[in-house]
């Protein structure tokens, strides 16, 4: 029989909902907030409250905006020819951060996977097409992540951009920089292997 409240127990759950959060984590979580940082729990559940009601989804590129338009779709500083195709907006902010990319970006919001109920509706797609059928799109950059769903999205975008006349190109994967032949599993290595290019 549970000694706690109805309002921390209420807590407990909602704060389940997170990735990687179990009970335990959970009760970590609202413990420190209720005996040590009541302001900060505070101030995180008019954020959240904020973020739930006004944060939505970009008209172009699906990403999260407070907007109709995303501050990258509405600038006038990227370069409109390159799109680049990523399943998350994680996804997104990785390659902004880690890259030089200049080009616009579609988020999927997920992959093609019938048994999860993500189809091409799912993801956008049609709404890609429309996009591809402009003609203002050159190159589509095709980077969802090497899993066997993530792959199989590839190849589907790869088929739209093709019957559209755009250029695709996929990043490419292996041996990471720095790496070791001896350490990398060996899928990855055969896939760097069987993807490997000539030196000009």
Same mark, same amino acid.
């Given at each position: 029989?549970?000694?706690?409240?109805?309002?921390?127990?209420?807590?407990? $759950?909602?704060?389940?909902?997170?990735?990687?959060?179990?009970?335990?984590?959970?009760?970590?979580?609202?413990?420190?907030?209720?005996?040590? $940082?009541?302001?900060?729990?505070?101030?995180?559940?008019?954020?959240?409250?904020?973020?739930? *009601?006004?944060?939505?989804?970009?008209?172009?590129?699906?990403?999260?905006?407070?907007?109709?338009?995303?501050?990258?779709?509405?600038?006038?500083? %990227?370069?409109?020819?390159?799109?680049?195709? =990523?399943?998350?907006?994680?996804?997104?902010?990785?390659?902004? *951060?880690?890259?030089?990319?200049?080009?616009?970006?579609?988020?999927?919001?997920?992959?093609?996977?019938?048994?999860?109920?993500?189809?091409? +509706?799912?993801?956008?797609?049609?709404?890609?097409?429309?996009?591809?059928?402009?003609? +203002? =799109?050159?190159?589509?950059?095709?980077?969802?992540?090497?899993?066997? +769903?993530?792959?199989?999205?590839?190849?589907?975008?790869?088929?739209?951009?093709?019957?559209?006349?755009?250029?695709?190109?996929?990043?490419?994967?292996? =041996?990471?920089?720095?790496? +070791?032949?001896?350490?990398?599993?060996?899928?990855?290595?055969?896939?760097?292997?069987?993807? %490997?290019?000539?030196?000009?």
């Amino acid at each position: 029989m549970s000694t706690a409240s109805p309002l921390l127990s209420e807590l407990l $759950d909602a704060l389940r909902c997170l990735p990687g959060v179990g009970a335990r984590s959970a009760q970590r979580m609202a413990y420190h907030l209720l005996e040590r $940082d009541r302001k900060g729990g505070e101030r995180l559940a008019i954020a959240l409250q904020a973020a739930m *009601q006004r944060i939505g989804n970009c008209g172009d590129c699906r990403s999260f905006s407070e907007s109709e338009r995303c501050a990258l779709c509405a600038g006038s500083t %990227r370069e409109r020819g390159q799109l680049c195709v =990523v399943e998350t907006p994680a996804d997104l902010a990785a390659i902004e *951060q880690a890259t030089g990319y200049r080009g616009l970006y579609f988020v999927l919001l997920g992959r093609l996977s019938p048994l999860d109920g993500l189809g091409p +509706e799912e993801l956008g797609l049609p709404l890609l097409q429309r996009r591809l059928a402009q003609g +203002e =799109v050159q190159e589509l950059i095709l980077a969802t992540n090497p899993t066997v +769903e993530g792959e199989a999205t590839a190849h589907y975008l790869a088929e739209i951009a093709q019957a559209a006349g755009v250029r695709v190109s996929r990043l490419a994967h292996g =041996v990471p920089l720095g790496g +070791e032949l001896e350490y990398i599993d060996r899928g990855t290595l055969a896939h760097a292997f069987g993807s %490997r290019l000539p030196l000009s």
